[in-house]
């Protein structure tokens, strides 16, 4: 008996979820007084495994892997949960993971629950609290299979670091391969993608024009964040798809949201409700989103950004 984790990486380097999803396996680990073992799949620099927590590190190497295949995925880690009699696996949230989980489940004849929020209520039975209904509510579901598979919420259990030592060794499964070709994959490498970002900068309508995003992007930079839009700004073509978030764009859960000039529909907050701080910028204060936010600023968003930036930009060089 053992605790598997998929810890995702990308050019050959750990993701932030990663470590969180290591750091929240090895508690339950610990609790279940067994070992923890991690996958790696094409990364470098698994030693970084153990120090949250992973006793073992099975490194899968195979260029058939290169770019992700939910399938060819699922078979690799189903196959190493077997080899290490894992009776829990656990998994992130990213967009991969979400695609995959559901094929491990089937190939181990395992309940899943997505969405996690915290460890384990109890062992036996086995019952673990997650959000639903678009992080509206919390649900304590009770596992009964054999083997139980848990989708861990970003920043829902943080980074937890141990003195462990992992052990590495090669493991190479067996796997059909896929029908789809890739033929390239292009990505932005110059600024923070919303799935890896603690903070988002997103802005709506409220903005006028795509002529007046210089001063979000500023922002964003000042911050480290990503910038994100509203979906009625990317269904204009004032950004791109890939930066509107919400319950049919991309989640989010930062540490930070800040939204500017949005007003805040029903299926823009589902998007967001994980987002641990919520900040908000509009002129309406009767705007929906000053409801759901944590702090808000009622104002002209072309007045107070300027200035904001400006503090900001003060701020981070007197804490340099």
Not at 94 to 99: E, G, H, I, L, Q
Not at 185 to 201: F, L, N, Q, S, Y
Not at 304 to 316: D, R, S, T
Request: glycine residues 8%; negative net charge.
């Amino acid at each position: 008996m053992s605790v598997l984790v998929y810890t995702e990486s990308e050019n050959g380097s750990f993701k932030k979820t990663a470590f969180e999803v290591v750091s929240y396996a090895k508690a339950i680990a610990t609790e279940l007084g067994t070992t923890l073992t991690a996958v790696s799949i094409n990364a470098s620099n698994t030693s970084q495994l153990g120090v949250y927590g992973a006793d073992k590190v099975l490194e899968i190497t195979n260029d058939s892997l290169a770019n992700f295949d939910a399938q060819g995925y699922a078979d690799a880690i189903s196959q190493a949960a077997t080899s290490q009699d894992a009776t829990v696996v656990v998994l992130s949230q990213t967009a991969n993971a979400k695609f995959m989980a559901p094929l491990v489940a089937v190939n181990l004849e395992a309940g899943y629950v997505s969405n996690v929020v915290a460890l384990p209520q109890s062992i036996t039975p086995f019952k673990i609290k997650h959000s639903v209904y678009t992080n509206k509510a919390f649900s304590l579901t009770q596992i009964n299979t054999p083997v139980k598979i848990i989708g861990l919420g970003k920043n829902a259990y943080g980074l937890h670091e141990t003195s462990a030592a992992a052990v590495s060794e090669a493991f190479s499964p067996s796997f059909k391969q896929s029908d789809t070709k890739v033929i390239s994959v292009d990505k932005a490498t110059d600024k923070v993608t919303i799935a890896d970002a603690e903070v988002v900068v997103s802005a709506g309508r409220g903005l006028k024009g795509p002529e007046n995003w210089g001063m979000i992007e500023e922002m964003a930079t000042i911050l480290g964040a990503a910038t994100a839009c509203s979906k009625p700004v990317s269904d204009m073509g004032w950004r791109s798809h890939g930066e509107h978030v919400g319950q049919t764009g991309k989640p989010v859960a930062a540490t930070l949201y800040i939204a500017i000039g949005i007003s805040g529909a029903i299926q823009h907050l589902a998007g967001i409700n994980s987002s641990k701080i919520k900040v908000v910028i509009n002129t309406d204060p009767e705007a929906p989103f000053f409801k759901a936010a944590d702090y808000g600023i009622v104002g002209d968003a072309f007045e107070i950004v300027p200035q904001l930036n400006e503090k900001l930009k003060a701020f981070k060089a007197q804490n340099a």
